[in-house]
């Protein structure tokens, strides 16, 4: 989605068919636009909402509030347990949400109490139709306000008890970022005459209501971009692109019971952090042979989506990057050298970290990619065509 319009630049299910030969694939197949009518626990990418409400509401001070995460928290004679055994122990609620801490959210629902944080869901627009020119769409389901209790406003907080289409999450988390301001979301932007090229009808965006300030969403996107750069994220960064987000591993229910080792993984991501022109999200039902974490299986999908888009629609580099906190699996990035003008003598005699790929005939270096100052894996390749002029 475009964050500033509510346009659907893209939308797709998997599996996929061709529309030629319906009849060959199942109708489950065929009859099916996941992102508009699918209805499913979201897990932590609602978390958002969450936060939006808390900062909208002065609830929270993301850096100077802290939190301390025994690994649980007790509501109503139950523990509601952290992903993490053990608990990240004290934080501050910056790193509660890079660190997707399902207790420290707990405390920012009961810090909104139950009619605050409904009213947020409910002005993001979860509970409803987002009123897509689309067929079939999903209204989501949330609690009865009337019978919530303790539990269920601590389950809600971080996104579970509640359920979602995926089409309702982009449309409330870009308003998260792009200033507070919920659109209409649209496929159709204009219809053209054939024959003519005539604008026959064109579709203007539909601002409904601005449910938290630009200040607040400054926030989000500060405490999301960090998501990316330091928390659950990171397989959705960009060197070059200021990329937020926010993961989410929901349990699928059945029956009344949540199954084992079946989730809906998925990640909510958008770019520039300072200027949001995109919002992609990306959820995968039951990944096999892999851990089930959106965080491993979504984000690195929605980062390439990102960064191809962002190539696409010409949007330039940013400085001012909150830069990425490696661990021990990620491969050190290296700064692009400018070698245009070497000879093949200074090439020979250089040391890189860096694979070089040379074409053409000449003496020197007349063109390279990628360009000098982009950061790619150590060991990648860089293409170099020689020339005399």
């Known amino acids: 989605m475009n964050p500033n319009t509510g346009e659907i630049l893209a939308m797709s299910s998997r599996p996929d068919y061709n529309p030629e030969n319906f009849q060959e694939v199942p109708s489950e197949i065929y009859n099916q636009n996941k992102p508009v009518w699918m209805q499913y626990e979201p897990g932590s990418t609602f978390k958002i909402i969450t936060l939006a ?6 609830e929270v001070d993301l850096r100077k509030d802290t939190f301390y995460d025994p690994g649980y928290i007790e509501v109503a ?3 509601i347990r952290c992903w993490k055994k053990g608990g990240h122990g004290e934080q501050t609620f910056l790193e509660v949400v890079q660190n997707s801490c399902n207790p420290g959210f707990v ?4 810090r909104l109490g139950t009619d605050r944080l409904f009213d947020y869901i409910e002005d993001f627009g979860f509970g409803k139709k987002t009123g897509i020119d689309l067929q079939g769409e999903g209204t989501g389901i949330l609690f ?7 539990l269920e406003q601590a389950t809600t907080s971080f996104g579970q008890g509640v359920a979602v289409t995926p089409l309702q999450q982009v449309t409330a988390v870009s308003a998260a970022v792009n200033g507070g301001y919920v659109y209409q979301p649209f496929i159709a932007k204009e219809f053209v005459d054939p024959l003519t090229g005539e604008v026959v009808e064109q579709r203007t965006p539909t601002m409904k209501r601005q449910v938290i300030s630009e ?3 400054e926030e989000v996107r500060y405490a999301l971009e960090h998501v990316v750069a330091l928390g659950s994220g990171k397989g959705a960064y960009i060197d070059g692109y200021r990329v937020g987000g926010k993961t989410g591993t929901a349990q699928k229910a059945k029956d009344g019971r949540y199954l084992e080792n079946n989730h809906i993984v998925s990640f909510i991501g958008f770019a520039p952090a300072d200027d949001p022109q995109i919002v992609v999200y990306v959820a995968i039902d039951n990944p096999k042979d892999t851990i089930q974490f959106g965080g491993v299986v979504a984000a690195p999908i929605v980062g390439n989506i990102i960064e191809d888009s962002l190539l696409a629609l010409n949007v330039e580099r940013r400085e001012d990057q909150v830069e990425k906190e490696l661990t021990w ?6 700064e692009v050298p400018d070698l245009v003008g070497r000879t093949q003598r200074e090439l020979n005699e250089s040391y890189y970290e860096l694979q070089l790929e040379v074409e053409g005939e000449g003496k020197y270096v007349l063109a390279q990619s990628p360009s000098p100052g982009i950061k790619v894996s150590s060991g990648s ?5 020689m020339g005399d002029n």
Request: aromatic share 2%.
């Open 53 to 58: 409400a808390a900062i909208e509401e002065n």
């Open 77 to 79: 004679g139950r523990n």
């Open 107 to 110: 405390e920012l629902g009961q």
């Open 144 to 150: 009865n306000r009337e019978r919530v209790g303790p």
């Open 215 to 217: 200040e607040t969403s």
């Open 329 to 334: 699996s990620d491969v050190p990035l290296v």
């Open 381 to 385: 390749t860089i293409r170099l065509y």
